[in-house]
């Protein structure tokens, strides 16, 4: 057979790529040992220094398939050095061969060419025999092996390639079947749709959530299952996806197959294709308990909110017991916004008026996790008092106290009730006795008398019983004004001062009342305050020793306050009248005529404001203070109206 026949044969063997390679290679080493006239053909594969017969034709013991030894104890050793096919008849006298090679092979002939798999050496493919050669190589006979280590290279690429194909290929197939198994037993839908807004694949799991099979979808669009409010949207969304935009928590009414609304939450992306967008994909999920929850959570979040009383709630496993949550009847109470008090404990709400007893009561509940309700006097933010009953009350989790829910509802107008009610009892019950007991003492001496004195006894009686009336009309106009219905309004301060001065000028022409106004702003208070000015006034002008009694009115203007001071030249208060404003001491002994001071406190506590008098400091005469809110002419009257405080401070 000619060489070209042989040659022919070689590329027959491998042509196509079909075929197991194994044989193939098997065939081609047959072909090539006839060609060459030599009996042992091989193939090897060199890996980290040891040479593996991977095929092989000949009776040689040491080259047969699954054999191996070192590389350097091979005869290829050198082969896969060169570029071009080694080729030796005489090896024993060739430095070409390790002598260790020749020694454990025995070898007299060689000729071999190194085989490259994707740019990398794979090993090689060798043709030998026994005895040596008496004619050298020929060009054509190294040309044929190096034909075939190329023929055979190039079949160990196209097999490494296709099982990495069939490896990519079933790993691509796992991985399809584990992201099918996802989207069919995910309560979310996965989706696909095209430029039209068609759906183009639609996971199985959306029987679940809506009721339509699968494929009942496919091919339909996505608006024809959207209620009206949210059609647009949905489309709005699909225009901005297929111009590149990511669409997230788009929230749309789903109407299902039983005709329910679904709330579901998409998230979309574009899918592109050769750089064009060519639909979108994305993910929905059923939002419609959540959003009923959330719904049901915000009405119970409003009613919280909404309610008269404050609630907190504070850490019960923090050593300072810190605020974690307030409702906004806190902040209304207290007027503390929720930024400025979560993570403090609830001690910046009192001040020097908070009894101690009432304190130690919370703080020892707080140390025995024990539920107590406590009145005691807290502090607002702008420094106002007011009277505070806290309930509270340990919360469990698991067995241990976690939390302390805290109630604090603003009593600061029972208190004042009651103490209004003790008062007049107190004032009447005493007078009435004594005052009583007197006139029994005058209508005794009458009786029994020698008649010398009865017009000094009567007339003792008569003013006696004037007293008595004219305590009556005081507490009755205390009262009155008590239960008045409290109404803050705008009140022009200059306004307010000129009125109550001109009627006492005219009602006393003889007394001097002087006005002065500094301040541009307004007062946030009642109708009242013009009584309880009047009250100071007359009060000044009653008790003055002069003929012509001096009182003057003065108000002074800040950003949050607008303070006016009665001045008058009488004899001074006395510290009984002025225990009674800065104390609220009102004994049996200490009765008096401090029923007009209780009143113009009355009326200036109820508007969140303070009442003070004192004597003058040479003694004569008295300056009454009173200090209301401001407000500006920006602001409303709701805004800036301020709770009722405690009479006294």
């Known amino acids: 057979m000619e060489a070209a026949d042989y040659r022919r044969e070689i590329h027959d063997t491998f042509s196509g790529g079909t075929g197991d390679l194994d044989a193939n290679v ?46 350097e104890e091979a005869y290829c050793q050198r082969t896969v050095e060169m570029d071009n096919a080694l080729a030796i008849q005489h090896i024993g006298r060739s430095s070409e061969i390790p002598q260790t090679a020749y020694d454990i092979f025995g070898l007299g002939a060689y000729i071999g060419v190194r085989i490259e798999v994707n740019d990398d050496v794979y090993g090689t493919v060798c043709f030998a025999d026994g005895a040596e050669r008496d004619e050298p190589f020929s060009d054509a006979e190294q040309s044929f092996v190096e034909l075939l280590a190329t023929l055979i290279g190039q079949a160990l690429e196209h097999r490494e390639y296709r099982r990495d194909l069939e490896e990519r290929n079933e790993r691509l197939e796992a991985e399809r079947d584990r992201i099918e198994a996802i989207a069919t037993n995910s309560f979310d839908v996965l989706y696909r749709l095209d430029t039209e807004g068609t759906f183009t694949y639609v996971s199985p799991s959306v029987e679940r959530m809506v009721g339509y099979d699968a494929d009942e979808l496919e091919g339909t669009s996505f608006t024809e ?121 609830c001690r910046f709400l009192q001040g020097p008026a908070t009894d101690e007893a009432s304190i130690e009561a919370l703080r020892s509940a707080v140390e025995t996790d024990t539920a107590t309700t406590v009145e005691l006097v807290n502090y607002r933010a702008d420094g106002s008092p007011f009277w505070n009953q806290v309930r509270l009350s340990p919360i469990e989790t698991d067995g241990a106290v976690t939390q302390f829910l805290g109630f604090q509802d603003d009593i600061t107008e029972r208190k004042r009730t009651e103490q209004l009610v003790r008062l007049l009892n107190r004032v009447l019950r005493h007078n009435l006795r004594n005052d009583m007991n007197a006139i029994l003492g005058y209508a005794d001496l009458i009786e029994t008398g020698d008649g010398s004195n009865i017009a000094e006894y009567s007339g003792q009686i008569q003013r006696t019983a004037q007293n008595l009336s004219a305590l009556s009309d005081a507490a009755n106009d205390l009262e009155r004004v008590a239960y008045e219905q409290r109404d803050p309004k705008r009140i022009d301060a200059e306004d307010l001062l000129e009125s109550v001065a001109s009627v006492q000028r005219d009602r006393c022409p003889a007394a001097t009342i002087d006005v002065t106004i500094n301040c541009v702003r307004d007062i946030c208070s009642g109708g009242e305050l013009e009584d309880a000015l009047t009250e100071l006034v007359i009060n000044g002008i009653e008790h003055s020793e002069s003929p012509e009694p001096w009182v003057a009115l003065r108000a002074d203007g800040g950003e949050d306050w607008v303070e006016i001071t009665v001045e008058d030249d009488g004899p001074g208060i006395s510290e009984m009248e002025t225990a009674i404003v800065d104390e609220g001491r009102e004994t049996p002994l200490d009765h008096g005529s401090g029923l007009g001071l209780w009143r113009v406190n009355w009326i200036v506590t109820r508007y969140g404001g303070s009442f003070k008098i004192e004597a003058v400091e040479d003694g004569h ?19 800036t109206a301020r709770r009722p405080t405690v009479l006294f401070r």
């Open 621 to 639: 005469g008295s300056i009454a203070t009173i200090r209301l809110p401001s407000i500006g002419e920006d602001d409303t009257v709701e805004e």
């Open 225 to 345: 299952y959207l209620t009206e409010e949210s059609t647009r949207d949905a489309l709005d969304a699909h225009e901005a996806i297929l111009d590149g935009e990511t669409v997230q928590q788009l929230e749309v009414s789903f109407v299902d197959s039983e005709g329910e609304r679904v709330i579901l939450e998409l998230n979309s992306s574009p899918i592109e294709t050769d750089g064009s967008i060519v639909g979108a994909q994305g993910v929905g999920r059923d939002v419609t308990e959540r959003r009923e929850r959330e719904a049901e959570l915000r009405i119970k979040n409003r009613a919280i909110d909404d309610a008269d009383v404050g609630i907190s709630i504070a850490d019960a496993q923090s050593p300072r017991t810190p605020l974690v949550y307030i409702n906004e009847g806190f902040e209304r109470i207290t007027g503390y916004a929720s930024t400025d008090v979560v993570g403090k404990n």
């Open 26 to 71: 098997h065939r081609a080493l047959e072909i090539g040992s006839a060609y060459l006239d030599l009996p042992i053909g091989f193939l090897t594969k060199i890996d980290e220094g040891t040479q593996t017969i991977v095929e092989a034709v000949g009776e040689h013991e040491l080259i047969q398939s699954g054999k191996n030894c070192p590389l």
